[in-house]
């Protein structure tokens, strides 16, 4: 692989029997749900029942290149396989065929309170979880103001997090998550954690390790996030990458794949009740003037409303404008 060349993913893919007893197991996890499903069918008196022979591909033939220090965003739909990708990558899951060859330290942002103990202190959490994620105890420590000052617990540190309210607790998990330092960053959906004010806070930082030069995977439904960070974008349909090139002709293709509905705030009532006066024949969300599904934490918004008379006479009413 050329040293230029950060990721190479080379006919990747991911099979799942959905109601069968797997009869090997590559990691350790997998082997802790096979004892756990074997279990669980001894009390449930289906012992050797093998059910439906249903296989499931939830990654096939997927195969993309990312050059060293390039921000790309991956898209698409429930069930297309994004998530699958990045557990693949990250050595969660092995994969059922093709590789994948990495060239440099990976870290990976993809359910940040994983590792945390309850009955521990969030400082010494910090350090669990830092650890986990595969930082030295050395970088912890230098960190670990930075972090704190991060999460916004820091009148909480030394109290177990069993405590913590659960938007604290995520916090915390992925200040630490944030402040890895590898080459390469595999981020889900981690980004939407927390209130308005934090997930901006997220946003920024994810750009500054944008700006260091990093190579990143960005898996995310949130389509302005993803526009605003990435340059180049990935579109999983059914467990297939079906475009790839510039982050906005891959976004446009993905939204006139949609109903347009849902990914574009429209409303469609379904019953009324009133005197008929007036009747809401349609409201969108406008985010710069366009119809959108979903607003950036500081973007401006905008409600569109079609209003029609009694008389038949239509017209649109817009809102003031939102700061949010």
């Known amino acids: 692989m050329s040293s230029e060349i950060a990721l190479s993913v080379q006919g990747l893919g991911k099979q799942y029997q959905i109601g069968v007893r797997t009869l090997e197991a590559g990691t350790l996890r997998e082997r802790i749900a096979m004892g756990a499903a074997a279990i669980g069918r001894r009390l449930s008196g289906r012992e050797g029942a093998e059910g439906p022979t249903e296989s499931l591909w939830a990654l096939k033939d997927v195969s993309f290149d990312v ?13 297309a396989g994004k998530s699958t990708l990045l557990k693949v990558l990250s050595r969660i899951t092995q994969p059922t065929e093709g590789r994948a060859v990495i060239s440099g330290r990976v870290g990976a942002l993809l359910e940040v309170s994983t590792g945390f103990h309850p009955e521990l202190t969030g400082r010494e959490n910090v350090f669990l979880n830092g650890a986990i994620l595969g930082m ?81 995977l960005f898996v995310s439904h949130n389509l ?78 905008v409600i569109e409303c079609l209003v029609s008379t009694a008389q038949g006479q239509a017209g649109k009413l817009q809102g003031h404008t939102l700061e949010l």
Do not use: W
């Open 224 to 301: 302005e996030a993803v526009q605003r960070m990435c340059s180049r974008g990935l579109l999983f349909e059914r467990g297939r990458l079906v475009e790839s090139g510039s982050i906005d002709v891959v976004i446009a293709r993905y939204r006139a794949a949609q109903s347009g509905d849902e990914l574009l705030g429209r409303f469609r009532p379904a019953s009324r009740r009133g005197l008929g006066y007036a009747r809401v024949e349609d409201i969108r969300l406008l985010v710069n003037g366009q119809a959108a599904g979903q607003v950036p934490c500081d973007a401006d918004l």
């Open 67 to 79: 050059p060293r220090g390039e921000v790309v965003g991956g898209i698409g739909g429930n069930g």
């Open 136 to 216: 030295s105890k050395a970088e912890i420590v230098r960190k670990f103001d930075e972090i704190v000052e991060f999460s916004g617990v820091d009148r909480f540190i030394d109290t177990p997090v069993r405590f913590y309210s659960s938007g604290m607790y995520v916090r915390l998990a992925f200040a630490v998550a944030a402040h890895l330092e590898p080459e390469i960053l595999f981020v889900d959906e981690v980004l939407a954690v927390g209130d308005a004010q934090f997930q901006k806070k997220c946003l920024g930082k994810m750009s500054e390790v944008s700006r260091a030069g990093r190579t990143i």
